[in-house]
C-alpha cells in the first residue's frame, strides 16, 4: 500500500539489472511512492539486462552511463533534470563488481589492475556521481543521497575479496562528502549496509549459499530481503529522515550486533 511519501520528488536510481536488484525493486518502490525517476546503467549492463523491461514497467526514461566517466554522469545528470522537470531530491548508488571474484582469483593472488578497476567501479564512482551532482548544483536542498554496502568494510570475510576495502572506501565517501554537501547546501550522504541477498551480482561471491543460510540463522529477525531494504530507501529518500546524515545503517535482522546465536551451530534450523 503506497502513502505517497515521495509525492513530487525526482531521482536518479543507479544499477537496476533484472528484478532480482535492490535497485530494481527500489526503483519500483519510490515510483508507487510518488516519485519520478530515470534508470541508468553502464552501456554493458543494459546488453546482458533487463532495465529496459523495468523503465516500461514504471514508465521510467533510462538514459545509459558509465559510473566511472565524468562525462557519462554530467550528462546522466543534466539530461535526467531536463527529463523530470527540475532537480533531483534522490539518487540511489547501487554499483559493485570485482574482475578478481569473476575470475575467482584469491585474495592473495590479486590482480591489482583489476583490483584498481574494482575500487573504481565500486567506490570511486560513488564520489563521481557526488562531485558531479555537487558542482552541477543538481540536488534540492534537503536531498538524500545513498549508497549500498555490506559489513565486509568492518569485518573479514575471505571471499568477498577486495570488494571489502572498495565498501569500506564508499563508507568513507559517504562520511567525507556528507560533511560537505550538509554543509553547504543541506544535502544528506548515507550508506546502508544490507543483509546478504539473493541479486545476481551477490550470488556470485564463493560460499554465498552457505553464508546466506548462516547470516540468515544467526540474525534475530533474519536476513533482511531485497523489497524491505527497498522500503528503507524510501524512508531515507523521504521528508521523515532529513537530519539523518553521514551515517552508515544496518538493514541485517540484527546480524551486525551478534556475538552467537544457537541456531547458526546447525546446518538443518529444523533440527
Request: glycine share 8%.
Amino acid at each position: 500500500m503506497s502513502n505517497n511519501i515521495l509525492a513530487g520528488k525526482r531521482g536518479i536510481i543507479f544499477g537496476a539489472l533484472d528484478d532480482q536488484s535492490i535497485a530494481w525493486k527500489v526503483a519500483e518502490k519510490c515510483v508507487e511512492e510518488g516519485a519520478k525517476i530515470t534508470l541508468t546503467n553502464a552501456p554493458v549492463a543494459m546488453r546482458f539486462g533487463k532495465i529496459q523491461e523495468l523503465g516500461k514497467k514504471i514508465n521510467s526514461e533510462i538514459i545509459p552511463a558509465d559510473a566511472t566517466s565524468l562525462e557519462d554522469l554530467e550528462n546522466l545528470i543534466t539530461q535526467s533534470m531536463d527529463v523530470l522537470g527540475g532537480k533531483l531530491d534522490f539518487i540511489l548508488h547501487s554499483i559493485g563488481m570485482s574482475l578478481n571474484v569473476r575470475k575467482k582469483r584469491g585474495y592473495t593472488d590479486i590482480k591489482y589492475e583489476w583490483m584498481q578497476k574494482t575500487f573504481d567501479i565500486s567506490a570511486i564512482s560513488f564520489h563521481k556521481v557526488m562531485q558531479t551532482a555537487f558542482k552541477l548544483d543538481a540536488v534540492n536542498d534537503w536531498g538524500s543521497i545513498l549508497a549500498l554496502t555490506y559489513i565486509a568494510a568492518q569485518r573479514t570475510f575471505p571471499d568477498y575479496n577486495e570488494m571489502a576495502e572498495s565498501k569500506a572506501l564508499l563508507e568513507s565517501y559517504a562520511r567525507s562528502f556528507g560533511f560537505h554537501y550538509g554543509d553547504s547546501k543541506k544535502v544528506r550522504v548515507n550508506t546502508i549496509s544490507q543483509s546478504p541477498t539473493w541479486t545476481t551480482a551477490g550470488s556470485g561471491v564463493k560460499g554465498f549459499d552457505e553464508f546466506f543460510g548462516y547470516a540468515d540463522r544467526m540474525s534475530p529477525l533474519g536476513n533482511a530481503p531485497a523489497e524491505a531494504c527497498a522500503d528503507y530507501c524510501v524512508a531515507m529518500f523521504s521528508d521523515y529522515t532529513k537530519y539523518v546524515t553521514m551515517q552508515n545503517l544496518y538493514h541485517d535482522g540484527g546480524f551486525s550486533n551478534m556475538g552467537m546465536n544457537q541456531a547458526a551451530l546447525k546446518s538443518d534450523p529444523s533440527a
